[in-house]
């Protein structure tokens, strides 16, 4: 069982930045691909960006390309999103998910998910 916790989340300006977190409490979370997901109210949820275990597979939603950047630090069991050049349409409760899966953009395939974390990008 791999427990994540997300952090980092908060209201910002648009064109600001933020950075999420996430923690997973597994030892074996070098092993695993971490994705970040976000599902704002009323709309499905949507893929934002995925890391492979080894950070050589990386991959990102077409609407934060060039904008958000996954990175991970397999000693510290942790996932980041750095987020810049916000834009009031990426509000939304962020997750952090885990997979085994090698489909990393298709949420069904993770298995743990955390609680999520609110954005929230004012015009």
């Known amino acids: 069982q791999v427990q994540v916790v997300e952090s980092g989340g908060g209201l910002v300006q648009a064109g600001g930045s933020l950075r999420l977190s996430c923690v997973a409490s597994e030892r074996t979370f070098s092993s695993y691909n971490m994705g970040w997901f976000r599902q704002a109210p009323g709309k499905e949820r949507e893929f934002v960006a995925a890391?492979?275990?080894?950070?050589?597979?990386?991959y990102y939603g077409d609407s934060v390309k060039g904008r958000f950047t996954i990175s991970r630090d397999n000693a510290k069991n942790t996932v980041y999103l750095q987020m810049n050049s916000l834009k009031p349409e990426d509000t939304a409760v962020y997750y952090c998910?885990?997979?085994?899966?090698?489909?990393?953009?298709?949420?069904?395939?993770?298995?743990?998910w955390g609680q999520g974390t609110q954005v929230t990008v004012s015009s």
């Open positions: 998910a885990a997979t085994l899966s090698l489909a990393l953009q298709v949420g069904e395939n993770y298995a743990y």
């Open positions: 890391c492979s275990w080894s950070g050589r597979r990386i």
